[in-house]
DNA sequence: GGTTGACATGTCGATACTGACACGTCTAGC
DNA sequence: GCTAGACGTGTCAGTATCGACATGTCAACC
């Protein structure tokens, strides 16, 4: 049930923000570590209005509805911030597929490993890429935090290609004989 | 619909087993990587029997059915393995209320990233400790690609706590003023 | 004056997932 | 003989999520 709470936290962030604004943001910076459809944001901002976490505050043109958060939205939010705790959500497909490396050929269980090697390189320079291009020192942005979850972005996929291309090697050491170039 | 080819692999791994062992499974080691309740999985086998990729082999006692893998349910989930691209499931509660850091008090903020840092330690010690029970040499176990997903298990922690950290100070350097200790 | 494209909100049916409940069996120990 | 506990399968209601579709507005450009 966190969309309730990413938005909120959003809302909270940019006043006067409009559905269609939020699911920009969720497209571009917030999409890295909570995603939404569109058809459930503008579902759960109505849900939001009923229970009176968040307000109406203006409309603009174009039907456009902008929020903002109650003192009751604050309240929650402040709630499960510091009097909850993060249930962590353990889902990783590619991991579940490492599980069943020894139930195809070695070259397809190979050839798997190094499919994501490449890909979380590929990720990696594009990050290092993106890193050169945001304007971190601009005022009014989500800047803040995103600059921190990049870093973990960073880091998460480093980790992740280092530990395939260890793991590659366990593989192969367990089948001697398997040829090691693709 | 990942649950589908978890228990595919299962099933092919475990020739003979029945939804009580797998949901075992599930609760001991594969639930690390993907999570599943005992109402998903009783569903999910009856979906993959009709669908031809498993079949009951046998019946055991107190209504025990044993499944074994069909040749279409093998070909299946070679076809996942190797013919698709998992897709990353980018949904981390724990990240996301980093995002919404600045909408709580300091303290409250310092306070989160103190126990997550410790939750993270905690999890990395019972690992070790758990490392050193562990049967490795055993045969017939599932112990050889989740002894590749323990490790993954420790680096990721690991990365994860040097991570918040690194945040902590981030977040206190912004933030002049503010006491460093809780 | 017409068209393209960003802006903007919503509904709907199909699946996926959760948590609780319901029911029955076999074994070991008292 | 009884009972606790593991073994074993299943249903059901409610919620979350997805992907597609429907609808309309405003600004800019040609």
Redesign the interface.
């Known amino acids: 049930m ?1 969309l309730r ?2 938005l909120l ?1 959003l809302i ?2 940019m006043d006067g923000a409009s559905g269609y604004d939020l699911m920009k943001v969720f497209e571009i910076s ?6 939404a459809t569109q058809s459930q944001l503008y579902g759960e901002l109505g849900k939001l209005t009923e229970g009176g976490l968040i307000e109406v505050s203006a409309e603009g043109p174009r039907g456009r509805k902008e929020y903002s958060i109650t003192p009751a939205g ?1 309240a929650e ?2 709630h ?3 009097e909850t ?20 050929a070695p070259e ?1 269980a190979l ?2 490993m190094d ?1 994501m090697i490449d890909a979380l390189s590929g990720r990696l320079d594009d990050l290092a890429r993106l890193e050169e291009i945001v304007p971190w020192e601009e005022e009014g942005g989500l800047t ?6 990049m ?2 972005g960073k ?2 996929m480093a ?1 992740r290609r ?2 395939f291309v ?2 590659r090697k ?2 192969e050491e ?1 089948r001697p004989g398997t040829a090691s170039e693709a």
């Open positions: 966190s709470h990413a936290g909270a962030e917030l999409g890295t570590v909570w995603q604050r939010l402040r499960w911030m510091v705790d993060p249930k962590p959500h353990r889902r990783d497909e590619v991991l579940l597929r490492v599980f069943f490396l020894d139930q195809v397809d050839g798997y499919r803040g935090n995103g600059r921190l979850t870093e973990y880091r998460f980790m280092d530990w260890w793991a366990q593989y367990r």
